[in-house]
T-cell receptor
Framework: DTAVSQTPKYLVTQMGNDKSIKCEQN?????MYWYKQDSKKFLKIMFS???????INETVPNRFSPKSPDKAHLNLHINSLELGDSAVYFC?????????????FGPGTRLTVT | GNSVTQMEGPVTLSEEAFLTINCTYT??????LFWYVQYPGEGLQLLLK?????DKGSNKGFEATYRKETTSFHLEKGSVQVSDSAVYFC????????????FGTGTRLLVSP
């Protein structure tokens, strides 16, 4: 049973297109996250939702729009894709926002913008 | 702001060698500290954590001690295996209540037989 799943695993698209990445967790967690990992493996948080409410919104271009239809899902929509958006995007979840909770990561979505 | 600094990799070791991966942090207050591991083609997994000064986190033979005086959380293992080859990330979480993890740049470990 996959705890945190993401689709698609690979996404190749052209500049200017709009694409979405979906994330689902079956752990019953309240909190979900999106991270971006660049080509040098540097990992940075983008967004976090707690009980479907946005609680972390880092300095991410507003071409990126997260949506949480329910606690188990957090999707990421990206408009007008740019070359610099190429990266691996990880979804994660944690039980809640109480101190030092473990975050469970999905397998990642490798986005390549040509 | 908060930040984490890790030693540059790759770290290349022979099986059964001793491993140290250095990690230091800058944070206001007393953050919680974590080590996550990323195996090839996979997402990150929590390896161990420590939530207060002098705490030692341990798992699968790995250990790290939260040192407030040196703001460090170095990862150690007495005898590495080929299966330990992965990228290791040090991270901190402050106590704003939002579980925001700040990661180091990651250190790749390569263990040869």
């Amino acid at each position: 049973d996959t705890a945190v799943s993401q689709t698609p695993k690979y996404l190749v698209t052209q500049m200017g297109n709009d694409k979405s990445i979906k994330c689902e967790q079956n752990l019953g967690h309240d909190t979900m996250y999106w991270y971006k990992q660049d080509s040098k493996k540097f990992l940075k948080i983008m967004f976090s939702y707690n009980n479907k409410e946005l609680i972390i919104n880092e300095t991410v271009p507003n071409r990126f729009s997260p949506k949480s239809p329910d606690k188990a899902h957090l999707n990421l929509h990206i408009n007008s894709l740019e070359l610099g958006d190429s990266a691996v995007y990880f979804c994660a979840s944690s039980q809640d926002i109480a101190g030092a909770r473990e975050q469970y990561f999905g397998p990642g979505t490798r986005l390549t913008v040509t | 702001g908060n930040s984490v600094t890790q030693m540059e990799g790759p770290v290349t070791l022979s099986e059964e060698a001793f491993l140290t991966i250095n990690c230091t942090y800058t944070a206001t207050g007393y953050p919680s500290l974590f080590w996550y591991v990323q195996y090839p083609g996979e997402g990150l997994q929590l390896l161990l954590k420590a939530t207060k000064a002098d705490d030692k986190g341990s798992n699968k033979g790995f250990e790290a001690t939260y040192r407030k005086e040196t703001t460090s959380f170095h990862l150690e293992k007495g005898s590495v295996q080929v299966s330990d080859s992965a990228v290791y990330f040090c991270a901190l979480s402050d106590h704003t209540g939002f579980q925001k993890l700040v990661f180091g740049t990651g250190t790749r470990l390569l263990v040869s037989p």
